[in-house]
């Protein structure tokens, strides 16, 4: 197996975050954004949407998603799961997953690639030529805003976003929170059980660290 990624940028952070929480360490290829190295005829021939993390397997596959990635290897290294245990933990993880990256994540990315003079033909990650649209900005702004106040609702029935355990739907929250970052943006004061929950998740992340 070998990992195509680039460290800095938020989806290879939160396979990052749920490799070393699990301890599995991969051959690794970093892919310099910074310098479009995405674009490269070398990186195209693995993966042709020009997006990271890709994770190549040894029969040619290549995983291209990060959610993909995780149940891939969840399955292959099941000791400290992050997707859920029972039948209902499952569905919760998958569903803040899926809720975390079409609202929060997209709505900083909105933000960040249609007002940055630097994604100009690139508001989409890919190979297509995508114009940047100015007034997604503002809309973004709004849904991030929305999306912290979803989250502090269901953070203040429990300890992590999918219930009892900590799992991949907090590294996705701790993620956000740090992409939000890179657009100026930060928890609202008001978001107590955020604000509580940072500190909680960090230390979950902190103790697997230390196990290994
Ligand atoms: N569908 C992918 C999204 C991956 C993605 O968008 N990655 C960004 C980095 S955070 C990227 O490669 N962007 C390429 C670009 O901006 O040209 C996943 O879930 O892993």
């Given at each position: 197996?070998?990992?195509?990624?680039?460290?800095?940028?938020?989806?290879?952070?939160?396979?990052?975050?749920?490799?070393?929480?699990?301890?599995?360490?991969?051959?690794?290829?970093?892919?310099?954004?910074?310098?479009?190295?995405?674009?490269?005829?070398?990186?195209?021939?693995?993966?042709?949407?020009?997006?990271?993390?890709?994770?190549?397997?040894?029969?040619?596959?290549?995983?291209?998603?990060?959610?993909?990635?995780?149940?891939?290897?969840?399955?292959?290294?099941?000791?400290?799961?992050?997707?859920?245990?029972?039948?209902?933990?499952?569905?919760?993880?998958?569903?803040?997953?899926?809720?975390?990256?079409?609202?929060?994540?997209?709505?900083?990315?909105?933000?960040?690639?249609?007002?940055?003079?630097?994604?100009?033909?690139?508001?989409?990650?890919?190979?297509?030529?995508?114009?940047?649209?100015?007034?997604?900005?503002?809309?973004?702004?709004?849904?991030?805003?929305?999306?912290?106040?979803?989250?502090d609702r269901a953070l203040a029935k429990s300890p992590f976003l999918a219930g009892e355990h900590?799992?991949?739907?907090?590294?996705?929250?701790?993620?956000?929170?740090?992409?939000?970052?890179?657009?100026k943006a930060a928890v609202p004061d008001e978001c107590s059980h955020i604000h509580a929950?940072?500190?909680?998740?960090?230390?979950?992340?902190?103790?697997?660290?230390?196990?290994?």
């Amino acid at each position: 197996m070998k990992l195509y990624t680039y460290d800095p940028a938020p989806n290879p952070r939160r396979l990052q975050l749920f490799l070393d929480y699990k301890g599995i360490k991969l051959d690794t290829v970093q892919i310099d954004m910074m310098k479009q190295a995405q674009f490269e005829e070398s990186f195209r021939k693995v993966n042709p949407m020009c997006t990271v993390p890709a994770l190549a397997l040894d029969d040619g596959t290549v995983l291209t998603e990060v959610i993909g990635t995780c149940v891939y290897l969840e399955a292959l290294y099941p000791e400290k799961p992050l997707l859920g245990t029972t039948a209902l933990e499952k569905a919760q993880v998958i569903s803040w997953n899926h809720r975390l990256f079409n609202s929060m994540f997209h709505a900083i990315a909105e933000v960040f690639r249609n007002g940055n003079p630097a994604f100009a033909d690139r508001a989409l990650p890919g190979p297509m030529k995508v114009a940047q649209i100015p007034a997604l900005v503002d809309r973004g702004k709004q849904r991030l805003e929305a999306g912290w106040r979803m989250v502090d609702r269901a953070l203040a029935k429990s300890p992590f976003l999918a219930g009892e355990h900590f799992s991949l739907a907090d590294i996705d929250l701790l993620v956000c929170v740090e992409f939000a970052g890179w657009i100026k943006a930060a928890v609202p004061d008001e978001c107590s059980h955020i604000h509580a929950w940072l500190p909680r998740a960090k230390a979950a992340l902190e103790a697997a660290a230390g196990e290994q």
